[in-house]
């Protein structure tokens, strides 16, 4: 009886200790309030942090909520509404934001430190981790002249790169005196365009958009580091075979082909691979031939089939392209799912190419009666 009464006061004690955290960490929360008068203040709706790049608004009722009964709705972290320094928006940017020291879950401590650093935002800017942060403010102000432009080029410095206010563009130089510039700021393109140059001679364009591309998108969990971070590498890294991580710009076909245009190595590279590799008809039987005998009922995976292209000597590059027109050519390659395929059932197919027969014969008499008619 005495063992169960002890973890019974444990247990209370644990819970006291737990609340008493708590007011700890609400006395913490009224202190950010109480420095910050002018910059950090409560609206009807929200909690108001006036940043030096941006206006942020953290919606109270969602906290609350969290407070009161955490498992009522288990949620992440609030998202934080980004607004332009010149007034608040309709449509407005938003960013998941945990800075060092905020938990995982909602509490004082969490709302805390969030504040304090929004209240700091140009070295929130700066954390590696801050991607949505800086995506946010990216969809806010774009990359011209605005608030965090002082903080983007010093982002910019950081990884190599700089920004060219002038040109519109971010300059980042690659390998073999190579420099890539990434332009901005026409209407017409969603992304950037992509040029390069070697040591200040002509620009040579590649990519006329980069968002119609998955692997230059940029996501908001990517944020543009990382593209200018695989661009310092290129293009020395299109050389080596396409990297498994999904992503990769050198992975793309397209801008491979397009640096090729211009660089004799990389060309160079490309007629050899194809001389050496079987052709595009053996890929395409291959293909049938592996998902004819490798689908157990569950269809053959995407990996699967490059994997036995590249066995059988086929480039990367090549058994993704035969994968393609695989896929887009012959109608009796399914993709149920996505990545994994299976042949249709030869009774099926033979009851289609019958009744595509029959509908191309009505045709043609419709058309002969059509013919006759007007005569």
């Known amino acids: 009886m005495s063992q ?117 935002d140009s070295s929130l800017f700066l954390m590696e981790p801050m991607t949505t942060f800086r995506s946010a403010l990216f969809s806010t102000y774009g990359h011209g002249i605005s608030p965090i432009t002082g903080i983007f080029t010093e982002f910019l410095k950081e990884r190599g790169a700089d920004l060219d206010l002038e040109s519109s563009e971010i300059v980042v130089p690659g390998s073999y005196s190579w420099k890539w510039h990434l332009q901005f700021g026409d209407p017409d393109v969603s992304g950037f365009t992509l040029h390069s ?64 245009r211009d660089w004799e190595p990389l060309r160079r590279r490309f007629e050899e691979a194809a001389a050496q590799e079987p052709s595009r008809s053996e890929a395409i039987e291959k293909i049938v031939e592996t998902v004819r005998t490798q689908d157990n009922g569950d269809g053959v995976e995407y990996n699967v089939l490059r994997g036995h292209l590249l066995a059988d000597g086929h480039s990367r590059d090549a058994a993704e392209e035969a994968i393609d027109q695989a896929r887009e050519q012959l109608d009796w390659l399914l993709e149920p799912r996505f990545g994994f395929f299976q042949l249709e059932d030869s009774e099926v197919i033979r009851l289609r190419r019958v009744q595509a027969a029959i509908e191309e014969t009505q045709r043609l008499q419709e058309e002969i009666q059509q013919n006759l008619q007007e005569e």
């Not at 609030?78 to 332009?84: A, I, K, L």
């Not at 080596?240 to 397209?254: A, L, M, P, R």
């Open 197 to 260: 140059s070697i040591k200040d001679g002509p620009r040579r364009k590649h990519i006329l958009d980069t968002d119609e591309l998955s692997e230059f998108s940029i996501t908001p969990l990517e944020c543009i580091g990382d593209l200018v971070s695989q661009l310092r590498r290129a293009p020395q890294s299109l050389l080596k075979e396409k990297e498994d991580q999904y992503g990769e710009i050198c992975n793309s076909h397209e801008f491979r082909t397009a640096v090729a």
């Open 4 to 120: 169960a009464s002890d973890r019974t006061d444990g247990f209370i004690t644990g819970l006291q200790e737990t609340s008493n955290l708590h007011v700890m960490a609400i006395n913490c929360l009224e202190g950010v309030f109480e420095r910050n008068p002018n910059r950090l203040r409560i609206g009807h709706r929200n909690i108001i942090i006036i940043g030096d790049l941006a206006l942020y608004a953290i919606p109270i009722k969602p906290l609350m909520a969290a407070f009161l009964n955490p498992w009522a709705n288990r949620s992440d972290l609030p998202r934080v509404e980004v607004h332009p320094l010149s007034g608040w928006v309709r449509k407005h940017a938003s960013a998941c934001i945990q800075p060092p020291g905020a938990s995982e879950e909602p509490g004082p401590d969490t709302i805390a430190a969030i504040c304090e650093a929004l209240l700091a």
